[in-house]
């Protein structure tokens, strides 16, 4: 396994499209968060998959986005009529969670999707 | 207000400087600190995480986190070249992997 793998890296389209990033985490991992990253910013939540439940979303994620993880494996963010404001780094990180409070629940990263809208 | 706060420098020291990376927090229920480095056009790695207060070193890196005064901090002894990428501090609470974090400091360390 190689870590967390994000397809494409880089999108550019146009405002008023619809984009779709993937997100394929590492195997044995359970949890599965989607964050956006601006210029200059640290990562922001945006939402978070247990196995293939979705358990919180964040405010930022507006009724343009939606998110889904069929059979708990990989992800899809998917965001529809594409604004300028949504050009970001969409960062996914996987996890695994040993139920509890199991320690620092680490977060691994994988490279990002860089999405501009023009 | 926001609940992770980082000075986001940018910072440049030479190599071999000892180099203090800081952040405040707000949210008494965090417990678990972490500083993460990210290269540029490359995702957050992971280097260090601590749990309540107390200090914990790895090599040349050390975190150093003070929940009486929301203080977290992260040391870099002999830094190299190599050490040049953006700090990211994060902290969360005891219930789940939701992570909060800092703006990010920009680091440069030149020869």
């Known amino acids: 396994d190689t870590g967390v793998s994000q397809d494409p890296r880089h999108k550019i389209t146009k405002r008023g499209q619809n984009v779709t990033f993937r997100c394929d985490p590492i195997s044995e991992h359970n949890r599965l968060y989607w964050y956006r990253q601006t210029l200059g910013q640290g990562p922001e939540f945006l939402t978070y998959f247990q196995n293939e439940a979705q358990l919180e979303k964040s405010r930022l994620l507006s009724d343009r986005f939606s998110a889904e993880r069929p059979k708990g494996s990989f992800s899809t963010l998917e965001i529809q009529r594409t604004e300028q404001g949504d050009s970001a780094m969409y960062l996914c990180a996987s996890s695994l969670d040993l139920g509890r409070d199991s320690g620092a629940n680490v977060l691994t990263f994988g490279a990002g999707s860089r999405l501009t809208v023009l | 207000q926001k609940e992770v706060e980082q000075d986001p420098g940018p910072l440049s020291v030479p190599e071999g400087a000892i180099v203090s990376l800081n952040c405040t927090y707000s949210?008494?229920?965090?417990?678990?600190f972490m500083w993460y480095r990210q290269y540029s056009r490359k995702g957050p790695e992971l280097l260090m995480y601590t749990y309540s207060s107390g200090n914990k070193e790895d090599g040349r890196f050390t975190a150093q986190v003070d929940k009486s005064s929301k203080y977290i901090s992260l040391f870099i002894r002999d830094s190299q070249p190599s050490d040049s990428a953006t700090y990211l501090c994060?902290?969360?609470?005891?219930?789940?992997?939701?992570?909060?974090f800092g703006q990010g400091t920009i680091l440069t360390v030149h020869p």
């Open positions: 994060a902290s969360r609470g005891t219930s789940y992997g939701k992570l909060t």
């Open positions: 949210n008494s229920a965090f417990q678990y």
